[in-house]
Nanobody
Framework: QVQLVESGGGLVQPGGSLRLSCSASGFTFSNYAMSWYRQAPGKERELVAFISSAGDITNYADSVKGRFTISRDNAKNTMYLQMNSLKPEDTAVYYC?????WGRGTQVTVSS
């Protein structure tokens, strides 16, 4: 069965960095585009970043452009989200997504 497991979240000070990972199993990872979403308390879930199956096409929400980088390692069935210059408004649960499937999420809290 398809499984998506996020890791790497935590508490970080404003201006700090975190790298999230999404470990995938149960399907041919290299055949699928993948995305990161996030949901802050009281807000709707929003798309953060997208990466094509080969990793050659990426897109970002305007709010994270220039600060976040999405990448993937198809040999390791893993997707990443490098988050730099973090802001309090980046605080949210971050989810990994493949078409029709979601991970359980990992909490990112940006606070001093």
């Amino acid at each position: 069965q398809v499984q998506l497991v996020e890791s790497g979240g935590g508490l970080v000070q404003p201006g700090g960095s975190l790298r999230l990972s999404c470990s995938a199993s149960g399907f041919t990872f290299s055949n699928y585009a993948m995305s990161w979403y996030r949901q802050a308390p009281g807000k709707e879930r929003e798309l953060v970043a997208f990466i094509s199956s080969a990793g050659d096409i990426t897109n970002y929400a305007d709010s994270v452009k220039g600060r976040f980088t999405i990448s993937r390692d198809n040999a390791k069935n893993t997707m990443y989200l490098q988050m730099n210059s973090l802001k309090p408004e980046d605080t949210a649960v971050y989810y990994c997504r493949r078409t029709a499937y979601w991970g359980r999420g990992t909490q990112v809290t940006v606070s001093s």
